[in-house]
């Protein structure tokens, strides 16, 4: 989190400090930040109000100057707003593709745009980079849902069955695992196995729809995301009753009811990849609210119906706290050596099946 606001006087003196004069960001909307930055306004503008873009324009502008002068790339998630999503990002995606894209990463430094295990996750591929989140509390209910000592009673209660672990967790549960998974490559790393019984872990609700994907046995944990169990089918069923026409696709994030009532489950570029094939008139994307908004930017012949949840960590992510972030180089990612190498093996390890 910025000690100082960003731009305000004080801040500006911190700035002065660490940086050399040219490279002092400017926030004033002049007429030449607005004819620099005017071929992304016309990329956002179905989904950005005109009023809003004067208070963004000179953030994004000195963002992507800064990001330069550090040789640093940023890395932003699906869930991210359309003016960082679309205006200062230089990778975008699920966790699938910007764990694979941190791997590739050839900048000194990645700027995570997203929440805190997405950080320790291209910490974990680039331990020799400096990994920054611009907010170090972007958590993530899921989580914090569990721990290693949880990993390891679980292998305790299940002698010789294989732990698969969702991204969505501390390097130290995944140093405790066998291999991980996202969203998009579950049922493929839990066949990849060759197991009759395999621990998925730790969302309750993605390992119940990958049971319904494949024969291996799922044993799973209690964990949610607040985002998606928060959903349910009553609301589902009331938007279709309403327009028959709509198209519903949901994240395996959400509870079992609410993905038999969608025409599609899959993560979130699944869910964009989604829209972008089958060009529906009217959609409703069952996830995070950012989702629809980036998506809207390509897709001028589809309606969105908006029923989104927030999610209060992807949130914490703003065009002020990057621009700080790569100021003061901060907040850093560190993982403890002692772990890292054992949970980078199960990151590793799915990256190389999907090759
Ligand atoms: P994806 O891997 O589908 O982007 O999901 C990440 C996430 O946090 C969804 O809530
Ligand atoms: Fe975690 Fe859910 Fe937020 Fe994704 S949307 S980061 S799973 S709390």
Redesign the pocket.
Known sequence: MPTVQTGTPEWEAKAQAVLPPALLPDLTYTPEVAAETAHLYERVKRVIPPIEWPGFAPYIKAINDLKRARNAVVLA??YMTPEIFHCVADVIG???QLAREASKADAEVIVQCG?HFMAETSKLLNPDKTVLIPDMRAG?SLAASITGADVRALREAYPGVPVVTYV?TSADVKAESDICC???NAVRVVESLGAKRVIVIPDEFLAKWVQTQTDVEIITWKGH?E??ERFTADELRAYREADPGVKIIA?P?CPPDVIDEADFTG???GMIKWVEDNQPSKVLLVT?CSMSDNVAVDAPNTEFVRPCNL?PHMKRITLPKILDSLVFMKEEVTIDPAVADRARMAVERMINLNH
């Open positions: 998630h699906n699920d966790s699938l929440v993530c969505n996202t969203s998009s995301c985002v998606h994240h994030e993560s979130t570029s995070e999610c």
